[in-house]
């Protein structure tokens, strides 16, 4: 049997492949000069679908990145503050060793040693009240402008409440430091083990010109300093965890970006090339459709 065909069929056909080809042609151009092989959702449902997954994954691991390096700022400064903190402390230590040297000192010796003791107090409480961004590092989540009253060592801050940065949806590292455990908050009982440091060296101070013996402060400083100590190993630990988080989020995050970029950007070289064979189709076409197109009445009665 043989299909009829009549010229008004053999027109749409031609037409419909001549807009296909238009169609397809105008695309790959949209796709070269964008870049972007998806223009919109309905160009591949699926495809868009994963790329706004990705990229949701991708923001929130740059925000885990700011996250672990504005924590590991605040613990590089810890470990600095405790670091000077721990050379005051031995530096005290020695001027104490001094000091009870009750027979061969005179007074003028005892004062310099008094007013250097005094600098120490007063270096501890600048380290003590270290801010990053304007907020303690000593004083937990504590808005007040400083850990420790310079005037009578109160500690200000908040026992017990942490200041941590999230860097991984299952994850978050504390990045301050307990002020009390680091420099004491008891400011009143000198045989506490929280005995204030600014009070302990006020002690040693006021020890040295009154021509007492120091010695007495040796195990509190002791005591203090490994205190200290305990609070640096902390940071440090906390530091290496921190960094290790930082190194995983960033690379998390240049994993997503290629695997977006994969999805949604086109290979310009591929691109090109099928845009000159679509070219081509589309030229065949308007030269068959001229070809299909051209018949008319005066065609027929020549």
Request: glycine share 6%; hydrophobic share 40%.
């Amino acid at each position: 049997m043989i299909t009829r065909v009549t010229h008004m069929s053999a027109q749409r056909n031609v037409l419909a492949n001549m807009q296909n080809n238009l169609s397809a042609m105008v695309k790959l151009q949209e796709q070269g000069s964008s870049g972007k092989l998806i223009g919109k959702v309905s160009d591949d449902p699926a495809k868009a679908s994963d790329a706004l997954t990705m990229r949701r994954d991708q923001k929130a691991n740059e925000q885990f990145v700011r996250n672990a390096e504005d924590g590991r700022s605040w613990l590089n400064l810890a470990d600095s503050a405790l670091a000077t903190t721990s050379g005051l402390l031995l530096r005290a230590r020695d001027l104490v060793v001094q000091g009870s040297n009750t027979g061969t000192m005179n007074s003028a010796a005892r004062e310099a040693l008094a007013a250097e003791i005094d600098g120490i107090k007063s270096a501890l409480l600048d380290q003590a009240n270290t801010k990053y961004l304007g907020r303690s590092i000593f004083a937990g989540t504590s808005g007040t402008d400083s850990a420790f009253d310079g005037t009578d060592y109160t500690f200000s801050g908040v026992p017990g409440a942490s200041v941590e940065r999230r860097t991984s949806n299952a994850v978050t590292i504390r990045v301050d430091t307990d002020g009390a455990s680091v420099f004491g908050s008891n400011t009143t009982d000198p045989n506490d083990p929280s005995y204030s440091v600014f009070k302990l060296m006020e002690d040693i101070s006021n020890d040295l010109r009154a021509g007492n013996d120091p010695q007495h402060a040796l195990n509190k400083i002791d005591t203090r300093h490994a205190q200290m100590t305990t609070q640096a190993a902390a940071v440090g630990a906390r530091t290496n965890q921190i960094e290790r988080a930082l190194e995983t989020a960033t690379n998390n995050t240049a994993t997503l970006k290629n695997d977006v970029a994969g999805i949604e950007n086109i290979d310009l070289a591929q691109t090109i090339m099928d845009l000159k064979l679509q070219e081509v189709a589309y030229t065949a076409s308007l030269n068959a459709s001229a070809r299909v197109l051209q018949p008319t009445l005066l065609d027929y009665l020549r």
